[in-house]
Structures are given as structure tokens and as C-alpha cells.
């Protein structure tokens, strides 16, 4: 590529080529999902846009594009490479059962490839498409669409679900295949014995960094069943994502998303206030700043106002601030630093996302109050993390207990992953399984403490909130057993008064439908079943067949609720699920649905209420 370009170029390249192409531009959403408990950010551009994919119509049309910014921590231990960032910015296409696959590849790869877009030659670009299996068949029809546009055969490449599948949401819904684009970087083969087999070149789904996975064309096609079968759709839709910092970094022949226009200067205002000049020993620690710092600003800026806490996005927010702050600890920066990193942030991105500029008070304050507050613990923790480490050396021992990272955590404010991470450098672990039962166990306690304070009658607001999400949950369930098992969690609202639940279903109810779904509740009630939560990783909730709004990326834990029996070990529900709950479900009172009516096209939406 002789011509640099840069980033705002290729944002609007992107949506002047689809626009072109008969797609309304739609705004960037914010990083908070609505009315989406289960997953805390938003990570995809098609994250927002789930109930079109399911059906409902969008007021701008069957053909959208954007850019859309957005939060992923899943990667976390990865970012400090060349191509992962928890913040980043997504460009996508979708048709709602419009265009499918032949068009949606022919415009990526025109847009690749023409001179008059992007210009990156062919012959650099690799594609995985899906194998097929016992559920599906083998996606013939996009890899027959890719060597129409000239991709020889020896550079696609069939990959198993694991890689090249979407979805289903829940146990049930919309799902298919994919098919990605790969960018060589011109980078040799990875050694023999490393890759994917010995002796064998590598290919794009090796991590070695030879291919960098720059767009996903997601091709919703089927629909899971209750009963495991994958059923045709009437509605088929496309859904694309592009990695704006990956795109930018390629087409400017960048060695990683650091060098990009997005990240660079950021970057440089780290190296300014480092008291160490920047090398091969500690480039990870640099990264690591400067994306941390950009996505916290980011998640500060955001309209919805999240600060530092210990729940949910605040505390993944103060999980990236701390690591920020530990990692300069290791720059030599002394001096609180984050708020003079934000003012880059900031100024780099309030033209294009004008809330940074907004709340750039808030941002300042918070990043410097997060960095004061977290400066003194981390000292402290650190001399006691060190002494801990040469126990366990004297003793010959490679494990540091549950005990030690819960002190940390608790007394001084060390994230799990800190102090994984500082273990790692010994070449120690910790007993994440331990740390994890003290926390939960930890989480009770507090709980109930709060649960005592409030009962002078000062928390019937919250109360009545507690109950009520208790509530949806036997309500999505009996839906489930009564009406359809395909019912899932559209949307939910829920105030002190009542409780408002959207789902799938192209029908009114029946009344003998609702009175039974009203039963079937209040019989659960009178059952007086437990209510239990437990932290777990996401591939454990999804084991465990715990109901989730869909299948984006959830952070690494989920809290999953399950109503069940413990004498009888019955279960009855199970959620992944923000909470919070009643402890039994003898506390809700008698439930009554007091509307049934319709909320978009092929959604229902229930309001109901819990009478004493
Ligand atoms: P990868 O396999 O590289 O982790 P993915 O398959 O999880 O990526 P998708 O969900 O398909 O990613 O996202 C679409 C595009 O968004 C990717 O092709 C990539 O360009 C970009 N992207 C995804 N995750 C990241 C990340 N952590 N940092 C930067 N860009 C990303
Ligand atoms: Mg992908």
C-alpha cells in the first residue's frame, strides 16, 4: 500500500461504499446494552440490533451499516499483542432477510479489494468458511462465492462450529455459519512443531500472528429447536463486523493496532510521562496502558454514567484502571497519570463520538479519583504479594492460596486477574476455584447485611424490584413450558410497580394460556423454592443449560440464578442473570399478569404484577 490512509477515511469509505449500495447509516449505540441484563457491554455492532435479527422491523429499512464502538474483556490476558484491544471499533452491514450471502461477500470483497475502495491486493487474503456437520451442511455456497471472485481453492480454508458459527441465542434460535477474512502479513509460516500440526504450514487458524482475522460475514440461516434440530428460516440475515483499528493498522502496513492514527498518539503520551524509555521488555506494559486507558475513557464517557464500583461495568472499569496503574508502576510513573492520558483520548475522539467531549469532567475526575484511591492499596499489596511468593518458593510450592487473592481482593482492592497475572510473572498460580467459593460465599454475607439493614421498611422500593425480577424469571420459564419452548427473553423492564417482559411469538395469547402460565407461578411460589446464585465461567453456565438473552460475549463470569427444589433437586429455572433475587420465592406474594398485548411485529409483551 503506497498510500497512507487514515482512520476517519476509512470510516466513511465504509459507509459511503454501502450506502451506495441501498444501506441507511445508522448511529453508533452505546457501550451499555439496554434492557439486556446478561451481557454487560455492548461487544458487537449486531449487539443493538438483535430484535431486528429476530424479526422486528427497523424503522431505516432491511439494509443498515455503522460503526459502532465496543467493549470486549474476554481477551483480556491477550491484549499487549499486536491485534486484540479491549475497546474497539466495529464497522458492519446487515440485511434483515433481504440480500444473503452472494451479495454480502461480493461487497466485502469489493470493498477489500477495488482500487477505488481499499485496494488491498487478492492474493493477501485467506477465508475460513464452515465445514459442515451432523446439524448443518458444509457452506458450499459461500466458498463457491469466493473462488467466483477469484480466491483459489489452497486459500480457503473449513473450519468446525467452534470457529465459523454463530449463535443460537438461548438453547434455542436464530444461528449459522460464517465466513472470515484473513489478512497475511507476510510473516513466515510459524515454526515447525508449532503450528496446528507438525510439518504442516500453517494456516488461519493458527494464533501465531501470520494471519490477522479482519471482517466476519455472519449468515443467520437456521433455527434451533427445543429438540436440537436446526430448521431453515423464513427470515435469513446477514450480520458483518470489520475491526476498524485492525483495518487501519493493515492498510498503513502497521506491525500491530498500536500504530494505527487511533492508538498512536495515546501511546505516545505514556512514553512521555514514563520514567523508562520504551523496549522489547515492556512494549507489553505500554500496551496494555494505553488500551486500558482508551476503552476506560470510553466507558466513562458513555451517556449512561458508569463510575468505578464493584458490580457489573463499574467494576470492570475499575479492573482496567487498576491494571492501567499497575502497569505504569512498572513504567516508572509515579505521578497520577490517567486523567492526563484521557485529555489524548479525548481530544483524539470527541469529533466523532462528541459524549467523550461532554463528559469530559466526569472522565477527568473519576480516572484521578480511581488512580488515587487504587496507589496506596497497591504498595501494600505488593509487599505482601512478594513475601507470600518467596514462602512458596522456600517451600517448593507453585500455587498461591485462595486466602492470599481474597486478601488482596478484599483488603486491597487486587482484581482476581492482578494477581493472576503477577503470579504468572513468578511462574506461580492461584486457586481461582477457592478465590471464586470465598467470593460468592462473601457476596451472601454482604448480602444478607444489606437485607437486615433495609428491613425497617426503608427498601420497599428495592424490595419490590427484588421480587419482581424474581418473578420474570418464573414467568419467562412457565412461558417456556406452557406456551413454547422457544420463548426467550426479548427485553425486560421492571419498576417498583410491575414487571414488563418482551418475547418472541408471532400470536396473541389465549386467556386459558395466561391463567395457566398465572398458575403454573404461583404454584412455584407456594413451592417456596430456593433461589441460588453462583459466579461461573460462561462455557459452565452454557453446561449447566442456564437461559441467556444470546449468544454474544458475556465478560469471562456470570452470575447464573437457578430456582430449583433441594430436596428434590428439581430445577426449575436457571438464568444467567445481573440479579438481584429473593433468597426464596415464598417472598413474592401471589402474581397476576395484568396485560397481554403486542410490543413489534412478532413480540409479545406481558406486564404483570405481585399482589401480598
Ligand atoms: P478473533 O478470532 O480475532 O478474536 P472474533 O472472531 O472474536 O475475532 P468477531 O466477533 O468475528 O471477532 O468480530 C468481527 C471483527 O472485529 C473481527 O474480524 C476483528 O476485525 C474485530 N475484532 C474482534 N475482536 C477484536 C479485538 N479484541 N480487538 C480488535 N479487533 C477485534
Ligand atoms: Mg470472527
Not at 452472494?102 to 461487497?107: R, T, V
Not at 521488555?281 to 451517556?303: C, K, Q, Y
Not at 497475572?421 to 478465590?435: N, P, S
Not at 447464573?560 to 436457571?574: A, C, D, G, I, K
Request: proline share 4%.
Amino acid at each position: 500500500m503506497s498510500q497512507k490512509v487514515s482512520s476517519q477515511e476509512i470510516r466513511e469509505k465504509f459507509l459511503q461504499f454501502f450506502k451506495e449500495k441501498g444501506h441507511a447509516v445508522i448511529p453508533s449505540a452505546s457501550l451499555i446494552p439496554e434492557n439486556d441484563p446478561t451481557v454487560l457491554f455492548t461487544t458487537a455492532g449486531m449487539h443493538p440490533l438483535v430484535p431486528f435479527l429476530l424479526g422486528e422491523k427497523h424503522p431505516s429499512g432491511k439494509r443498515l451499516c455503522n460503526f459502532q464502538k465496543c467493549v470486549r474483556t474476554g481477551d483480556i490476558d491477550r491484549i499487549g499483542d499486536a491485534w486484540y484491544l479491549s475497546f474497539f471499533e466495529m464497522l458492519g452491514n446487515w440485511s434483515f432477510g433481504d440480500y444473503f450471502k452472494k451479495e454480502a461477500i461480493e461487497w466485502s470483497f469489493e470493498f477489500l479489494s477495488s482500487k477505488k475502495w481499499l485496494g488491498i491486493e487478492k492474493e493477501k487474503l485467506s477465508i475460513t468458511v464452515f465445514a459442515g456437520d451432523k446439524d448443518a451442511g458444509r457452506d458450499e455456497e459461500s466458498a463457491r462465492a469466493w473462488k467466483e471472485l477469484g480466491i483459489p481453492e489452497e486459500r480457503i480454508f473449513y473450519f468446525p462450529k467452534s470457529e465459523n458459527w454463530w449463535g443460537p441465542a438461548g438453547l434455542t434460535g436464530p444461528c449459522g455459519p460464517c465466513t472470515e477474512m484473513f489478512y497475511d502479513t507476510g510473516k513466515p509460516y510459524c515454526i515447525k512443531g508449532k503450528g496446528p500440526k507438525i510439518n504442516e504450514q500453517c494456516n488461519p487458524g493458527c494464533k501465531c500472528g501470520k494471519f490477522v482475522e479482519i471482517w466476519n460475514d455472519v449468515f443467520m440461516q437456521y433455527n434451533k429447536t427445543a429438540e436440537g434440530k436446526f430448521i431453515p428460516l423464513k427470515q435469513k440475515n446477514v450480520d458483518t463486523g470489520m475491526g476498524l483499528e485492525r483495518i487501519t493498522a493493515i492498510l498503513n502496513s502497521c506491525k500491530s493496532n498500536f500504530e494505527t492514527d487511533l492508538l498512536e498518539g495515546i501511546m505516545r503520551a505514556i512514553q512521555s510521562v514514563s520514567k523508562v524509555s520504551v523496549s522489547e521488555s515492556n512494549l507489553a506494559s505500554a500496551r496494555i496502558i494505553t488500551d486500558h486507558l482508551r476503552a476506560a475513557t470510553f466507558i466513562l464517557g458513555d451517556e449512561k454514567g458508569i463510575t468505578p464500583s464493584n458490580v457489573d461495568q463499574g467494576y470492570v472499569l475499575r479492573r482496567l484502571i487498576r491494571r492501567a496503574v499497575r502497569h505504569a508502576r512498572l513504567l516508572g510513573i509515579e505521578e497520577n497519570f490517567t486523567a492526563k492520558i484521557a485529555v489524548e483520548v479525548i481530544e483524539r475522539f470527541k469529533s466523532v463520538y462528541p459524549e467523550l467531549g461532554k463528559n469530559r469532567n466526569r472522565i477527568l475526575t473519576e480516572l484521578d479519583k480511581e488512580e488515587s484511591k487504587f496507589k496506596s492499596l497497591l504498595e501494600k499489596g505488593l509487599k505482601l504479594v512478594s513475601k507470600e511468593f518467596e514462602t512458596l518458593r522456600a517451600g517448593k510450592k507453585k500455587t498461591l492460596a485462595a486466602k492470599t487473592a481474597f486478601d488482596l481482593y478484599q483488603s486491597f482492592g487486587f482484581p482476581l486477574e492482578m494477581t493472576q497475572e503477577l503470579a504468572k510473572e513468578q511462574g506461580f498460580k492461584v486457586d481461582e476455584e477457592g478465590f471464586e467459593k470465598m467470593l460468592s460465599e462473601h457476596q451472601e454475607i454482604s448480602r444478607k447485611g444489606a437485607e437486615q439493614k433495609f428491613s425497617g421498611g426503608l427498601a420497599d422500593h428495592s424490595e419490590a424490584v427484588t421480587r419482581l425480577h424474581t418473578a420474570t424469571h418464573l414467568l419467562n420459564e412457565a412461558l417456556r413450558k406452557i406456551v413454547s419452548p422457544n420463548i426467550h427473553q426479548k427485553g425486560s423492564n421492571i419498576t417498583s410497580e410491575r414487571l414488563r417482559f418482551d418475547f418472541p411469538l408471532e400470536r396473541k395469547l389465549t386467556q386459558e394460556e395466561i391463567k395457566k402460565v398465572e398458575d403454573l407461578v404461583n404454584l412455584k411460589i407456594q413451592e417456596g423454592l430456593t433461589v441460588e446464585m453462583e459466579v461461573m465461567s460462561l462455557e459452565k453456565a452454557k453446561a449447566v443449560k442456564a437461559q441467556g438473552v444470546f449468544e454474544g460475549k458475556y465478560a469471562e463470569n456470570v452470575k447464573v440464578y437457578t430456582v430449583w427444589n433441594p430436596h428434590t433437586q428439581e430445577v426449575f429455572s436457571r438464568e444467567i442473570c445481573g440479579g438481584p433475587h429473593v433468597k426464596n420465592t415464598k417472598e413474592l406474594g401471589k402474581f397476576k399478569i395484568v396485560k397481554e398485548e403486542s410490543s413489534a411485529a412478532g413480540i409479545r409483551r406481558i406486564k404483570a404484577v405481585l399482589e401480598n
